[in-house]
T-cell receptor, first 119, second 116 residues
Framework: AQSVAQPEDQVNVAEGNPLTVKCTYS??????LFWYVQYPNRGLQFLLK??????LVKGSYGFEAEFNKSQTSFHLKKPSALVSDSALYFC?????????????????FGRGTQLTVWP | GAVVSQHPSRVICKSGTSVKIECRSL??????MFWYRQFPKQSLMLMAT?????????EQGVEKDKFLINHASLTLSTLTVTSAHPEDSSFYIC????????????FGPGTRLTVT
């Protein structure tokens, strides 16, 4: 069964410092991995994804994530945090592309990590 | 980029009434749409998956007679909360998927439902 773990409910960093939001996953086949960000009372915004290829994936707003197959991890990182990065971050996993129109290939979300960047 | 809209963005209704939430894919056709529910500071809970022209598939524990889903076209899905009660108050998010290639999934901005 597919699952995602975000071990930290909350991550606090000072502005300008690097940040890491952790994610580990379990999937039966090759993983498709995603990071989303959610601001208060808003839907999810896509940050980045790993499908195949380079283990280091670059995404929106200066975020990047490193896929580590041996550790089954996909941690989100940013070299220098901004106060405006404060939000709720979700890691999600999906297995191989689904059959057309099927419920397979649904996203499995972690419970979310609240990132707070202090000025 | 692909845009998913939801209407209304927030709604307040009285207990016992029904509320309809619309989800539209504005610039692409979505064979599959998903409806999620989110409680404060919690993750998204998948309620149901809908495919255009067929009945929705509900997750275990979700009452299909209470949460009616209609996927009438490739750009529109609706969620109707029937006979709403205060415990139905929540943030509802829809998502639309392009069923080709990477099967990218796009999320709407959410609808805040408050039942008084």
């Amino acid at each position: 069964a597919q699952s995602v773990a975000q071990p930290e409910d909350q991550v606090n960093v000072a502005e300008g410092n690097p940040l890491t939001v952790k994610c580990t996953y379990s999937v039966s086949g090759n993983p498709y991995l995603f990071w989303y960000v959610q601001y208060p009372n808003r839907g999810l915004q896509f940050l980045l994804k790993y499908i195949t290829g380079d283990n280091l994936v670059k995404g929106s707003y200066g975020f990047e994530a490193e896929f580590n197959k041996s550790q089954t991890s996909f941690h989100l990182k940013k070299p220098s945090a901004l106060v405006s990065d404060s939000a709720l971050y979700f890691c999600a996993v999906r297995d191989n592309p689904p059959a057309r129109g099927s419920t397979l290939g649904r996203l499995y979300f972690g419970r979310g990590t609240q990132l707070t960047v202090w000025p | 980029g692909a845009v998913v809209s939801q209407h209304p963005s927030r709604v307040i209704c009285k207990s016992g009434t029904s509320v309809k939430i619309e989800c539209r894919s504005l610039d692409f056709q979505a064979t599959t749409m998903f409806w999620y529910r989110q409680f404060p500071k919690q993750s998204l809970m998948l309620m149901a998956t809908s495919n255009e022209g067929s009945k929705a598939t509900y997750e275990q524990g979700v009452e299909k007679d209470k949460f009616l889903i209609n996927h009438a076209s490739l750009t529109l899905s609706t969620l109707t909360v029937t006979s709403a009660h205060p415990e139905d108050s929540s943030f509802y998010i829809c998502s639309a998927r392009v069923d080709r290639g990477v099967y990218e999934q796009y999320f709407g901005p959410g609808t805040r439902l408050t039942v008084t």
